[in-house]
């Protein structure tokens, strides 16, 4: 890991998956079989790119048991807790519909109503990841989304991992199904004969879930095209090297491309994050991985001031920032940019990743400067309301036609003016 | 303008351009060249399509005083009180930071932060929009952006609108800029040496616009892509057929693809509607377009009952709403996707376009589905805020780092525990 002073650093390396020309054209092929053929293509592609030819898509009540008899009953409730406080915490999110009234008569307001239907995608692949389907589904759920369809790839034994199921159980998730990648986007896009139609579609994937989510993008909604992970460690003199090392690892060890890089104005502390990272290195499971990850996206970045070192952090804008000093929220009001803030030393990222509340859906690749967690907000839709009092009409009409009427509308200005005159 | 009973109704026509290929890589190439070329690119962009040739891009504040005193006092005033009415609508949808704390210590929270800096879009062509100008602006500073950059093209006289730059001019934007099209989407994207980058972009366009920023989505943030106008009137027997013909027009008359709809279970109003829209088409000056519109894209829907009316509305999610029956909060409550929707006899639409308050950046093209107006919430972003109590950190270490083991991330779990071992 290297480390390298703030007036050296020229950019920060980072990733995104854009997809190669033919992996686009191979996604909107697939989204044009499932659009023509339904269930049929979702079926011959799963066989082929799952290697499992299954009978039906639908995960039946017989499995969900399975995976609940086959789960200890210590991790059932260690889950259940980790779904309460998430749920606690987003219950907080909730926006409510409002009004306002004036004393003309005039109500003006905005209508909050959940979205009707909602797809969560779980990506397969070697791991299982029941995490990513309470962050995805609960805040849905909190919405007051009805209907919530999960999809998520089979194994080669058309089986999906006991976790995910154990998880979409413990949430009362009914409509899960046996589908993934670039064919199970366009399933909850556009539907077929047994998977229902989304209105948006979230959850993270592999290169093709990405392709496939902007490619169904205006049709339906999507949460956010997901990067590599990331942290950013901002830490004084205060702080323990080991601590912030075994944090970088965390993040390193999601993937090569994930980033993770130590923010100080402290050159004693950066040598010895620098000689834990290596130390902690050396008997991870995933040290192949979390190794290439530290040494192609990992830095140590010292700045001369601390003011140097906040700006840095908001140059990078990251999807987790740790801020380990003496006084921690002192610093709080200065970050502008980051997905999620973890303060002080207990507030260890993790503890974000599972089971704190706040949603581990975040924005990656500097996206934070724009973007924010995923929210119960994003699982509902607002509309103003407008109910004009025939005091207001008769105060505003010739103010409003006249208005029209600069913009070149002319029926615009006529329908507020003939009103006017009826309703003397 | 058909009449169609709802039983016949098999979908309706709507329209959205998705642009050539070869529009899409004249947008491309287009990025490409500003990207690489900057202002230079933008000038000659200006040039080759607004055939105007600019020596600088930069509204000067000569312009704009000049654009102030061609505008009569009156005029001035009621753009004045538009945008006050405008602010007043916006400021009520301010979000707040907010935390939790628990009896162990953690708080756990959510960090509102405006966007740093957002550019809008004004159209150009043959009408003016100061209307557009506000809509796109008042959020942004209500939100608290601080840097707030405008683009619009420019005439072949090399000048913008009076009624753009007053409108401007009365919120107090500096930085405006003669440039529109890709190229003006392209500079706002990636900077140029007079126009600087911006966090994300608002404002409708023609398709060389739309298709730009659906390009540059993810490397900044967009509203949305917008299609052409709609409306949807809900009506009973109490609603006067000349109101709902002026307002059907008063959409019609913004493109020959604008969609204009009334859905009644009341045959005598659908013909009285007809004849009335025919009646008031003859003198309108827009009525090329208008008649157009309703001919390919208007329709009066009859339903054999008022709850397969408000059916009806809902598989549309129309941009607006206006529901005119005898007591029309009552159904309030039974619309679940409409950008705005207008109550009662008084509140014509027109009356929302330019006055009322609430914003007319409203989604399109059934989109309302998932889509909002745009608020204030569309220029900040959330940051969710994690601060672990060194108590908290003891009770639940354990948990998440056998919930981290089950998905496979061995260093996940060593940070917490090694955190709980140190913290004891």
Chains 1, 2 share one sequence.
């Not at 290297?2 to 686009?24: F, M, N």
């Not at 409003?400 to 615009?412: D, M, N, Q, S, T």
Request: net charge negative.
């Amino acid at each position: 890991m290297k480390i390298i002073s703030k007036s050296d650093l020229v950019s920060l390396k980072r990733s995104v998956d854009q997809g190669t020309e033919a992996q686009r054209k191979s996604v909107q092929s697939i989204i044009e079989q499932v659009k023509l053929h339904g269930d049929r293509a979702v079926k011959e592609y799963t066989e082929r790119f799952d290697k499992t030819a299954l009978d039906s898509l639908q995960v039946t009540r017989e499995e969900f048991e399975k995976a609940y008899e086959a789960m200890d009953g210590e991790f059932v409730e260690i889950l259940q807790e980790a779904a309460d406080n998430i749920r606690t915490f987003h219950e907080k999110q909730i926006s409510h519909s409002w009004f306002d009234t004036s004393i003309d008569g005039t109500i003006l307001g905005q209508k909050i109503t959940p979205l009707d239907a909602v797809g969560v995608y779980v990506p397969g692949g070697t791991a299982t990841y029941p995490s990513s389907v309470f962050m995805n589904v609960i805040p849905a759920q909190v919405a007051g989304v009805e209907k919530i369809v999960m999809v998520t790839p089979p194994g080669e034994d058309g089986k999906i991992p006991d976790g995910v199921l154990l998880a979409a159980h413990i949430l009362g998730v009914e409509n899960v199904y046996k589908v993934g990648g670039a064919q199970a986007i366009a399933a909850l896009a556009y539907g077929t004969e047994t998977i229902s139609a989304v209105d948006k579609i979230t959850g993270p994937g592999n290169v093709f879930v990405a392709l496939a989510k902007r490619e169904v993008f205006g049709d339906v909604d999507i949460d956010m095209i997901a990067g590599p992970s990331e942290i950013t460690v901002l830490a004084d003199d205060t702080a323990l090297a080991p601590e912030i090392a075994a944090d970088l690892l965390s993040q390193a060890e999601h993937d090569a491309r994930s980033s993770s890089v130590l923010v100080t104005a402290s050159e004693d502390l950066a040598e010895k994050v620098q000689t834990e990272v290596h130390h902690q290195l050396e008997d991870l499971p995933r040290a192949d991985i979390a190794r290439q990850s530290v040494e192609d996206y990992g830095m140590i970045i010292v700045c001369d001031t601390w003011d140097e070192a906040i700006e840095t952090v908001n140059d990078i804008a990251p999807e987790h920032l740790e801020i380990i000093t003496s006084d921690p929220f002192q610093h709080l009001g200065k970050i502008k940019h980051a997905g999620a803030i973890f303060l002080g030393p207990y507030s260890s990222e993790p503890v974000g990743d599972y089971f704190a509340g706040p949603n581990h859906v975040l924005p990656t690749n500097g996206t934070a400067r724009f973007s924010s967690p995923l929210t119960v907000d994003d699982f509902v839709k607002k509309s103003s309301v407008i109910s004009y009092s025939r005091e207001a009409l008769q105060t505003n009409a010739d103010k409003i036609a006249r208005f029209a009427r600069l913009e070149g509308l002319e029926a615009h200005a006529r329908a507020v003016e003939s009103r006017k005159e009826r309703w003397k």
